[in-house]
Nanobody, 132 residues
Framework: QVQLAESGGGSVQTGGSLTLSCDASAYARTYSTGCLGWFRQAPGEEREGVAAIDSDGSTNYADSVKGRFTISKDGAKNILYLQMNSLKPEDTAMYYC????????????????????????WGQGTQVTVSS
């Protein structure tokens, strides 16, 4: 069963916006949704953390997206969002929603820098393509 289901990807031009959603309702049946995050992987590149939101509402972002992306969560609906503005061609990647099976983000703000954290559960991804 898919526990994390992303949607909202697509193709946009440089400077455009997209909002990604991650339905975590299945994940929430087993695990706390206190900590959830977004990661991305471009072709030929390693997966990297983009943004995370912790159980206390604190957020962390990769330097490359600070000021352009906003992560948020609807706790009642168990939906995670990623609002992406001022998109650049280098933002082109498959975007994945992830949860660490823990209420709090492991290692706090460092979790998004640990894309290979062994306990992460991953969604299937949604493609974002930004053309120049």
């Amino acid at each position: 069963q898919v526990q994390l289901a992303e949607s909202g990807g697509g193709s946009v031009q440089t400077g455009g916006s997209l909002t990604l959603s991650c339905d975590a309702s299945a994940y929430a049946r087993t695990y706390s949704t206190g900590c959830l995050g977004w990661f991305r992987q471009a072709p030929g590149e390693e997966r990297e953390g983009v943004a995370a939101i912790d159980s206390d509402g604190s957020t962390n972002y990769a330097d490359s997206v600070k000021g352009r992306f906003t992560i948020s969560k609807d706790g009642a609906k168990n939906i995670l969002y990623l609002q992406m503005n001022s998109l650049k061609p280098e933002d082109t990647a498959m975007y994945y929603c992830a949860g660490p099976k823990n209420r709090n983000c492991p290692y706090g703000a460092t979790w998004i820098r640990l894309p290979k954290y062994q306990y992460n559960i991953w969604g299937q991804g949604t493609q974002v393509t930004v053309s120049s």
